[in-house]
């Protein structure tokens, strides 16, 4: 777990590699053995470099070693075998063994071979549009409508009287032809709001109670007609609904940049989880847990 | 009270200001102004590696998110009218370019290679420590810093290093410490443009005039010496010409007065407008509202003119607690023990952690402090309105009680916030479910709201979206309580929360009125909190309970009996049972001294309600959390109205 902070360190690098470079001379000096054979050569070179600097451009790799002067190279070379040697041996050593750093990068690493295969798709029209027609749930604002009420409070008064005074208001409501704007000249203060301009169900109900929300949009209810009395829990109402908006499903042309964007993300996501399903499928999984982990 | 009317009589026709309804503010606006994204350094470290501004904005919308730790669909019960992302401006988005991005501008730097390794070791809390130290030393004065060691030591160090067992933040702060230059590693100027620019972006495209607003915003970090001075940054103009500058940070200086200057020359250049609202000053050490200067010089009239100007606001509720007062410094104020927060932001494990109680560490003190510079100065520097904010660092704004997503990414998981689960200082339930804004504005726009900032029409809460009106004038009477439209009347008669009266001999009145949040709780009381200046120069408060939910009266001691409790706190379920839809009353300082100056804010308490460690519990089947009471009584502050003798 410590070990690639550590290695990444240059003085422990530096302090290590005398060490290891001790315990090299020491031990495996006399063998002469082929497979310790270090092949310097121009391809391995170039992949040094390219990982020294974390900047993986071959071209760039290759203009920088051809011009290099014969110390900077033989500084480069110096510094190639001794990465080769010290690695080698810490794999001979056991070094990587039961490592959890080192087993987490390659299981990253194997993750990240899934994700870049799954390359962003360019998709087709008829596939955004197949996208949006099987989730247009995510693309649909809320029906709205906008109202009006007179109130008539329960708080000091029976509801039975609450509703009686409410159905004299209604028919004076009728009877003075009273307009949207007109609302506030009658009836009593409620504590929330006067009038309700493009609200959201969830919005009226709040304040206002299901059973007048239910009246508000509900498609029975005459536009520009004065109703009730309606009940809340603070009193007795009449509303006028002047306009109602149904839940609007955004044209695919409206919106289509973002539906795009989010089908490729979905199939994106599904390519990297069949990826790694794939590999998964290449083992038997023996499952020893009580009752077979059910 | 109200005898029985016909409906003939209830058609009052009382509709002097009908004509002119646009007249005063009647739209009440909801919003957030202290949001954190995965830009900010901490956010990214607490498990926020993917919540953007986009993902903020369209979650303050109501629209359903990703939460970046538990990959959950996350979704606002009420969606907010605006917000401000303001991410931390030191070091704004570079672990998410170091880490996320693997930006080679970062992650070639000797620096970046020593982060990204310990990461890589699975050391993520070691590499935040040592990020964070790196904003610390980068705050400190260079004089200050500790000096480069000799290679002698270096060497030394290596070799304890290797023989002892190895102590990665240990070697990690000592490697950081043995080389000043290597915070340089990480100021890339060009990619603070680019996040900056990316919030900014942002916010352009989610501000929808009269529907949604959004601001350009920041957070300026100094925490010196362990002392919370923190401010949100707000600007009115037009984020796209916020580009024009970077957000002025502790790196830039952690003396607030520099903060303010830069601000007045920035908007000078640029025609932008700045709002500067300081917040945890309950952390702040005996510092935010101190009657010295950064350097503990006497406060001068010229200091007081210049904070006054930039910040005429202050957030007193949130995450990180609630800032209003404090038991100790309002003995008789039985409502004032409400959302402590009881640990420094202190990375330095041998220094004190525990947050000091003085009277600049709470807001209402600092009203009364202002009183009493004012009288020494003629300039009130504290002068202060009230909000409430998250600060949440999850990208998501939530002060539901109920719908709480934490502070920090992994404390959307009830189990991470067990004491210990995660961070061992803090656990997820030390936060608090809080606070919103409230605004008073004629409509949901950018100028409208900034406006309402400026003269303070705003208020506190906890969460809950209580309506709560508050206007004086000397002519308000009852009758004004039947009014159709309480408002038209605060508004023609007198002046709204935030404002100032001056009186000459006469008592003023206050036109109160509170309303519950539509899907919340009733409420239990609405009090006046009244601050003023004695004749011997000390400042003095008094806690007044000005209107009730019926059934209850004043005891014999004055003291109105509590409103009772409905919460079944295993299910963690109240009722409104008890309580008062709404509250209004005509208020009268029984106490009123026409020479002596003096303010006055409303306080409006809900009826008990479970706390979001409660909601947590009952899901995890156990009992409440020891620490923290199990019920609360959300409430709102609103700003106050300044009362002067004249002349």
Redesign the interface.
């Known amino acids: 777990m410590r070990l690639s902070a550590l290695l990444k360190d240059p003085l422990t690098h530096f302090l290590a590699a005398g060490a290891l470079l001790f315990m090299i001379a020491s031990v495996a000096a006399p063998d002469g053995d082929e497979a310790k054979a270090i092949v310097v050569d121009r391809e391995a070179l170039l992949s040094h470099v390219q990982f020294r600097s974390k900047a993986f451009e071959p071209g760039a790799a290759e203009a920088l070693l051809d011009g290099m002067s014969d110390d900077a190279r033989a500084k480069l070379v110096k510094d190639y075998v001794r990465e080769e040697a010290l690695d080698r041996e810490a794999i001979a050593l056991g070094l990587d063994a039961g490592d959890y750093v080192i087993r987490q990068r390659r299981v990253q690493k194997a993750e990240f071979l899934a994700e870049a295969a799954a390359k962003t798709p360019d998709l087709t029209a008829k596939e955004v549009a197949a996208f949006y027609a099987a989730n247009k749930d995510l693309y649909r604002s809320p029906a709205a409508a906008t109202a009006t009420h007179v109130f008539v409070s329960a708080k000091d008064r029976s509801r039975a009287e609450a509703k009686a005074a409410a159905a004299a208001l209604l028919e004076q409501l009728r009877a003075d032809g009273a307009r949207f704007e007109d609302a506030t000249r009658y009836g009593e203060r409620f504590l929330f709001h006067k009038n309700y301009v493009d609200r959201t169900d969830d919005y009226i109900r709040s304040q206002l109670g299901d059973e007048i929300a239910a009246a508000v949009f509900d498609p029975a209810t005459a536009l520009q007609e004065w109703r009730g009395p309606f009940s809340s829990d603070y009193g007795e109402h009449l509303i006028l609904v002047t306009a109602r908006t149904p839940s609007r499903l955004a044209p695919l042309a409206e919106i289509e940049d973002v539906v795009r964007a989010d089908a490729a993300e979905e199939r994106r996501q599904a390519a990297i989880d069949d990826a790694i399903d794939k590999i998964i499928a290449r083992y038997r999984v023996i499952d020893r847990l009580e009752g077979g982990g059910g | ?2 005898k ?5 009589a ?4 009382a ?1 002097s200001g ?1 004509a002119n309804a646009q007249a005063y503010p009647d739209k009440l606006l909801w919003g957030d102004t202290h949001l954190h994204t995965n830009l900010s350094v901490d956010a990214y470290f607490l498990q926020n590696r993917t919540a953007d501004a986009d993902t903020a904005y369209r979650f303050a919308k109501g629209k359903p998110v990703i939460h970046p730790y538990s990959r959950a669909r996350m979704q606002l019960q ?1 969606p907010l009218d605006f917000l401000a992302v303001s991410d931390h401006a030191e070091l704004m988005g570079t672990p998410y370019a170091l880490f996320t991005q693997g930006d ?1 501008r970062l ?2 730097t000797r620096l970046g ?2 982060l990204i ?2 990461q ?4 993520d809390e070691d590499a935040f420590g040592l990020f964070i130290l790196a904003i610390t030393l980068a705050n400190t004065p260079e004089d200050r810093r500790p000096k480069k060691v000799g290679p002698g030591t ?2 030394l160090w ?2 304890q ?2 023989t002892s067992a ?1 102590d ?1 933040r240990a070697r990690a702060t000592r ?1 950081l410490l043995s080389d000043p230059t290597l915070l340089d590693d990480l100021e890339n100027e060009e990619m603070f443009r680019s996040f900056w620019a990316k919030n900014l972006d942002a916010a352009t495209k989610h501000n929808q005039p009269g529907k949604f607003t959004t601001f350009a915003a920041w957070e300026y970090s100094p925490t010196p010496d362990g002392a919370n001075l923190h401010r949100i940054v707000v600007t009115d103009g037009d984020p796209s010409k916020a580009k024009a500058y970077l957000p002025y940070s502790a790196n830039d200086s952690g003396n607030p007065e520099d903060l303010w200057r830069w601000l007045a020359k920035t908007s000078a250049e640029t025609g932008a407008d700045f709002v500067s609202i300081p917040h945890n000053s309950n952390i702040s050490k005996g510092r935010m509202f101190a009657n010295v200067d950064y350097d503990g010089r006497p406060l001068t009239a010229d200091y007081a003119r210049l904070r006054a100007n930039w910040e005429p606001v202050a957030e007193v509720t949130q995450i990180k607690g609630t800032s209003e007062t404090h038991p100790i410094l309002s003995p008789d104020d039985e409502f004032a023990g409400f959302e402590f927060f009881g640990r420094l932001i202190e990375a330095r494990e041998d220094a004190e952690h525990d947050p000091t109680v003085t009277t600049a560490d709470y807001v209402r003190s600092a009203l009364k402090t202002g009183l009493e510079l004012e009288a020494a100065l003629g300039v009130n520097p504290f002068k202060l309105g009230m909000i409430g904010a998250t600060d949440s660092h999850s990208g998501l704004s939530s002060a539901e009680e109920n719908n709480f997503t934490g502070k920090f990414g992994f404390d959307v998981i009830p189990e991470n916030k067990k004491p210990g689960a995660v961070v061992s200082q803090l656990s997820g339930w030390d936060m608090s479910a809080s606070g919103l804004a409230g605004v008073w504005a004629k409509e949901n726009t950018r100028e409208e709201i900034f406006a309402a900032f400026k003269r303070r029409e705003v208020y506190a809460t906890t969460g809950p979206r209580m ?1 709560v009106r508050f206007f004086g004038g000397f002519e308000f009477s009852d009758a004004d309580l ?5 408002a038209a009347v605060g508004y023609s008669k007198g002046v709204p929360m935030g404002a100032d009266i001056a009186g000459f001999g006469a008592a003023p009145s206050f036109l109160i009125q509170a ?2 949040d ?2 919340g709780a009733n409420l239990d009381r609405v009090q006046v909190v009244k601050g003023w200046l004695g004749a011997d120069g000390k400042a003095r408060e008094k806690v007044y309970d000005a209107a009730w939910s019926a059934g209850r009266e004043r005891g014999a001691d004055g003291k109105l009996a509590a409103v009772g409790e409905t919460v079944d706190v295993p299910s963690a379920h109240y009722t409104n049972a008890i309580g008062a ?2 509250l209004t009353t005509v208020w009268r300082d029984p106490d009123f001294n026409a020479s002596q100056k003096a303010f006055y804010y409303v306080r409006a308490l809900e009826i008990p309600t479970p706390r979001n460690s409660t909601y947590d519990a009952a899901a995890l089947g156990e009992a409440p959390p020891e620490g923290h009471a199990p019920v609360i009584q959300e409430r709102a502050f609103t700003s106050p109205i300044w009362y002067s003798p004249g002349r």
């Open positions: 009270m109200r029985f009317l016909t409906g003939a209830i058609a009052v026709i509709m009908a009420t080679k992650a070639n290679k020593r390794a310990l890589q070791a699975g050391n270096a060497l290596r070799w290093d290797l190895p990665l490697w309506a039947s009014a159709p439209d309480l309303v519950k539509p899907k839809a709404e």
